[in-house]
Nanobody
Framework: QLQLVESGGGLVQPGGSLRLSCSAS????????IGWFRQAPGKEREGVSC????????YYVDSVKGRFTISRDNAKKTVYLQMNSLKPEDTAVYYC??????????????????WGKGTLVTVST
C-alpha cells in the first residue's frame, strides 16, 4: 500500500520555525519526485516546493524562497520541509505528494500521483 504521512505541523508565532516530515511506505522513495503543497481556507492548493528523486534539483514558489528548504533522505524514506521566518500567510494545511518520476519537471498538484492526508500549520500570535 502506497502511503505518505506528514508530521511536524502546529502553532507557531510569526518569525518562528517548523520542520515538516513526510514519511513514505509501501514503495521505493528513490524513484519518486516529492512535493510539498499547501491549501489555505478558500484558496486553491499550490505547490510550495518539490525535489527530484536524487535530491539535487529543487523548486520553490517565490513566496517561500530564502525561507523554506526541502531535503530528502531516501535511506530513511523521508522528505523534509524546513520552514523559517514563518509568516501568517503561511498558515495552511500542508500536504506531501509523490510522482513516479526521476526528474523534476513541474511542481503542480495535478502532476502528482498520490497524497498524504496533510498537517496543519498555523502562524499566529
Amino acid at each position: 500500500q502506497l502511503q505518505l504521512v506528514e508530521s511536524g505541523g502546529g502553532l507557531v508565532q510569526p518569525g518562528g520555525s517548523l520542520r515538516l516530515s513526510c514519511s513514505a511506505s509501501g514503495f521505493t522513495l528513490d524513484y519518486y519526485v516529492i512535493g510539498w503543497f499547501r491549501q489555505a481556507p478558500g484558496k486553491e492548493r499550490e505547490g510550495v516546493s518539490c525535489i527530484n528523486s536524487s535530491g539535487d534539483n529543487t523548486y520553490y514558489v517565490d513566496s517561500v524562497k530564502g525561507r523554506f528548504t526541502i531535503s530528502r533522505d531516501n535511506a530513511k524514506k523521508t522528505v523534509y520541509l524546513q520552514m523559517n521566518s514563518l509568516k501568517p500567510e503561511d498558515t495552511a494545511v500542508y500536504y506531501c505528494a509523490a510522482r513516479n518520476d526521476l526528474l523534476l519537471r513541474q511542481c503542480r498538484p495535478n502532476d502528482m500521483h498520490f497524497w498524504g492526508k496533510g498537517t496543519l500549520v498555523t502562524v499566529s500570535t
